[in-house]
């Protein structure tokens, strides 16, 4: 489960705001947002044979979310999906391939949570890596964490931003515990998802997952949803197609 320096990324060429720049010499200023406070908005994208998976759901929650956070100037998705091939065709990917597509609010003139403090942005960051899956088919060892996932009435999980402290706690745990991954709860005690994933559980022929209301509306987790729709219609009566909460 932990990741490994990867040879062939040695040399990356990373993506800010149009410029191509050896990962050595890529940088951001200490005033962007995303450093003064988390404050920006990211999507995982991969790469398989020359395509992007679900590139145009990902942009799209990309800008809600970056409208939900009232960011200016947004990038549209022909813009970015522009940059996006540069990056690949200046590291000259193709296959197996994940990208980390980061938009912050921008500079801020001095150092302060305030939005009305940025003068210039939003700042784009592509990292394009040669990256198998983290996860593979032999199965996980999972841990219950005890830190919990935000209300909708705390923090809305529709909004894909850059804090992911929670999430780094859960996985401290997990990395003590000498599991994989954590599983973590919202605050009745029903299970989210784990600190990186959406958890999907078949018992006995029956398909649960937890609803989004602790957790985001993941894209992966749609397409698997509706994987599972075409059966639903005709085995409707056995049950065998369930979306519920699963108790903690």
């Not at 597509?101 to 150092?111: A, D, E, I, Y």
């Not at 841990?143 to 529709?158: E, M, N, Q, V």
């Not at 931003?161 to 745990?173: E, G, R, W």
Request: a positive charge; proline letters at 5%; aromatic letters at 6%.
């Amino acid at each position: 489960m932990l990741q490994k320096f990867n040879e062939k990324n040695r040399d990356l060429i990373v993506n800010i705001n149009g410029r191509l720049l050896h990962r050595d010499e890529a940088g951001i200023s200490p005033f962007d947002s995303v450093v003064q406070g988390g404050d920006a908005v990211w999507e995982g994208l991969r790469v398989y044979q020359g395509s992007i998976f679900t590139l145009r759901e990902h942009l799209d929650r990309l800008r809600s979310s970056a409208l939900a956070l009232a960011f200016r100037d947004i990038p549209s998705h022909e813009f970015i999906i522009t940059e996006i091939r540069r990056t690949l065709e200046a590291n000259q990917m193709f296959d197996n391939v994940h990208i980390r597509l980061t938009l912050t609010r921008g500079v801020k003139l001095t150092s302060g949570m305030d939005p009305r403090l940025n003068t210039s942005g939003p700042t784009l960051i592509i990292l394009a890596e040669h990256k198998a899956p983290v996860y593979d088919k032999s199965g996980l060892t999972l841990i219950t964490s005890s830190i919990r996932r935000f209300p909708p009435d705390c923090l809305d999980p529709k909004i894909h931003h850059n804090n992911l402290i929670q999430s780094i706690l859960a996985k401290i745990q997990a990395n003590q515990a000498g599991a994989d991954d954590a599983l973590m709860l919202d605050c009745r005690g029903f299970v989210a998802e784990t600190n990186a994933t959406h958890v999907f559980i078949v018992h006995q022929g029956v398909v649960f997952t937890p609803f989004t209301v602790a957790c985001p509306e993941g894209i992966t987790r749609s397409v698997v949803l509706r994987i599972c729709r075409p059966r639903r219609n005709s085995l409707r009566r056995t049950g065998l197609i369930a979306h519920r909460n699963i108790p903690g």
